[in-house]
């Protein structure tokens, strides 16, 4: 049984920084690509990072290129996101989820930056 579980998001002023952690069981990790996706009531989920099984290999939309980095820790098959320099539009809730995604998801973890 696949769980993905969000944690660290919370209210922070806009340039502040958090950073998210996704505990993961149920599958094989390590030689999963992962992804942190968020989304906006009203609005379809989008990618935000992903990472491939070596962790030297990240990518990122165009939005946060330069302000997050996604990073894993296969012994402890948890993917993490550092969100840096955060603007009120990166307010959403994230999710990780494999990439591409499973139908399954998390509960997610609520961002929200205020201006």
């Known amino acids: 049984q696949v769980q993905l579980v969000e944690s660290g998001g919370g209210l922070v002023q806009a340039g502040g920084s958090l950073r998210l952690s996704c505990a993961v069981s149920?599958?094989?990790?390590?030689?999963?690509?992962m992804a942190w996706f968020r989304q906006v009531p009203g609005k379809e989920r989008e990618f935000v990072a992903g990472i491939a099984w070596s962790v030297s290999v990240t990518y990122y939309a165009d939005s946060v290129k330069g302000r997050f980095t996604i990073s894993r820790d296969n012994a402890k098959t948890t993917v993490f996101l550092q969100m840096n320099s955060l603007k009120p539009e990166d307010t959403a809730v994230y999710y990780c989820?494999?990439?591409?995604?499973?139908?399954?998801w998390g509960q997610g973890t609520q961002v929200t930056v205020s201006s």
């Open positions: 989820n494999k990439n591409p995604p499973m139908g399954y």
């Open positions: 149920g599958l094989t990790f390590s030689n999963s690509r």
